[in-house]
């Protein structure tokens, strides 16, 4: 237990950075108590009870005691940490001096091994009806690991270029020059690319008067390639200089495998616009996971932590004990990484997938991998897998990997009237996860194995895989 006053005082003080917004406005009743944390909600905050009321607590730990300050709002109650009493032998203090002003990481103050313990009791939490669940899969080094960074460009309050992301809930962007769960050398380049526009005289972009330059730099690395995509979000085509800026970013990053200049004019907080160019390079990088190629373009959807996806996709390939006559459909396929991954352990693979861009990749990246026992079909999952069911199609296996959302009837009930002998099942909410599962499982299926994986250290999400059977 690190339970010494200099702790609390640390604790303190990392945790006045958590702004919460409803307490800026008028509140109807405010008190503060001493509580105990008897549990963790979803989202990794601590859970009490106040009068028989649930009530989570951003930074606050299982096990803590703490002062908090509680707020109520009609029957709203929230609470914000005021100071630790007794602290959890999972605090740490946060590597990341941006902790709690910008959201991206919620659980920084747990050591890795608490966190690993909280998304396995969470998961195990969820998965009670259906069965015993495997020991999550952690990541060795759970740092550096985002193959893509999104940084937004703005001014500072001193006129200076800053560089960074949203403040939660605002439009704030917060200067960050290092993120400890992104690839070091894409921060690098960003922040090459912020000392060049001072050089260069290149603005930022104005959102609010919709003037200026640059807007956002979106650089996305292959993990095993090493080929460095960067991408340049402008207000418009004119880009002063072009040719000697790109240069001087070649000198300095001769890593950089290609530049993109994508033009978004819009009022949206959408990063990238419709129109592209290629300045540099290819336009496109490539990356290698598990044994096949795929394609990365600026728009394409693409897993972030390559390490632990090629862990989730060997699992849950493991976990399908494929045999070699097996008809697959790949459901909520994206740009096909899990079908073609396991096209080679079976006869053919059926991918389905909403966004026609992801489709047409996941037809480019068999071609790539010369796989032709692959077909990919842009569509709605759920309707899709109703007319196959109307014809009668033969499916052995369905590996599905749907949004946070999670599936729909539609879909689930044609499993059940396609009967495939096998679901694999890998959902990044395990929320709605167990919701289906609950519908399969009253409909004939079995839960075979959970096994949890960890893709986003220091985040509160945590991956699922679940394999059924039909019994
Ligand atoms: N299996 C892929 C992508 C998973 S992300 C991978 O591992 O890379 C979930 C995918 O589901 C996204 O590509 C999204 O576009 C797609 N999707 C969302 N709703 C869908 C629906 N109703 N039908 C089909 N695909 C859908």
């Known amino acids: 237990m690190k339970n010494s006053k200099r702790t609390y005082k640390k604790n303190f003080k990392d945790n006045s950075k958590f702004k919460d917004k409803t307490h800026k406005k008028s ?5 503060t108590i001493e509580v105990k944390c008897i549990g963790m909600d ?29 707020l109520k709002k009609g029957d709203n109650l929230t609470g ?41 009791k969470f998961v195990q939490e969820l998965m009670k009806p259906y069965g015993k669940v495997d020991p999550i899969i952690t990541m060795e080094k759970p740092y550096d690991y985002r193959n893509k960074i999104h940084s937004t460009y703005a001014y500072g309050k001193k006129g200076e270029i800053i560089s960074g992301i949203y403040e939660e809930n605002t439009h ?43 807007r956002h730099v979106l650089i996305k690395t292959g993990f095993a390639t090493k080929e460095v995509m960067v991408v340049l979000v402008t207000g418009s085509f004119v880009f002063p200089s072009k040719n000697n800026f790109i240069k001087a970013l070649l000198k300095k990053h001769p890593e950089i495998t290609t530049i993109v200049v994508n033009v978004n004019d819009k009022k949206t907080s959408m990063v990238l616009g419709e129109k592209e160019k290629v300045l540099y390079g290819k ?67 059926i991918g389905v ?22 077909r990919f079909y842009e569509g709605d999952a759920g309707e899709f897998m109703v007319k196959m069911a109307h014809q009668g199609e033969k499916l052995d296996t369905v590996m599905m990997d749907p949004p946070r959302s999670g599936s729909d009837e539609k879909f689930l009930s044609s499993v059940v009237k396609l009967s495939p002998k096998k679901v694999i099942y890998i959902s990044c909410n395990p929320v709605t996860q167990a919701r289906d599962l609950k ?3 009253k409909h004939g299926y079995r839960v075979e194995g959970i096994q949890p994986v960890d893709m986003f250290p220091h985040t ?5 895989i679940v394999r059924l059977s039909k019994q």
């Open 27 to 31: 509140v109807s009743r405010k008190e």
């Open 460 to 464: 509160y999400h945590v991956e699922n």
């Open 283 to 349: 336009g496109t990088i490539s990356d290698i996971l598990c044994g096949c190629t795929f394609n990365i373009s600026p728009k394409s959807f693409y897993q972030i932590n390559p390490i632990q996806t090629h862990k989730l996709y060997s699992k849950a390939i493991e976990m399908a004990d494929f045999k070699s006559d097996e008809i697959v459909l790949d459901a909520y396929s994206g740009i096909g990484t899990i079908g073609l991954i396991l096209s080679k352990n079976v006869k053919s693979v």
């Open 172 to 214: 704030r962007v917060i200067p960050i020059q290092r993120c400890i769960i992104q690839d070091p050398k894409a921060d690098e380049i960003n922040n090459s690319i912020r000392e060049l526009m001072k050089s260069f005289k290149l603005n930022p972009y104005d959102e609010v008067r919709r003037q200026g330059f640059l």
């Open 42 to 70: 979803e989202e990794g905050k601590g859970v009490i009870i106040h009068r028989n009321q649930r009530v989570s607590i951003p930074n606050l730990l299982e096990g803590e005691t703490a002062l908090v300050e509680l």
């Open 353 to 374: 997938e909403l966004n026609k861009d992801a489709v047409k990749d996941a037809i480019k990246n068999a071609k790539i991998n010369n796989i032709k026992n692959a």
């Open 80 to 120: 914000r940490l005021i100071q630790i009493k007794k602290t959890s032998s999972s605090r740490v203090k946060a590597k990341c001096p941006h902790y709690g002003e910008c959201g991206g990481c919620q659980l920084q103050h747990m050591s890795y091994k608490g966190q690993s313990e909280f998304k396995q």
């Open 439 to 441: 519908y399969l499982t």
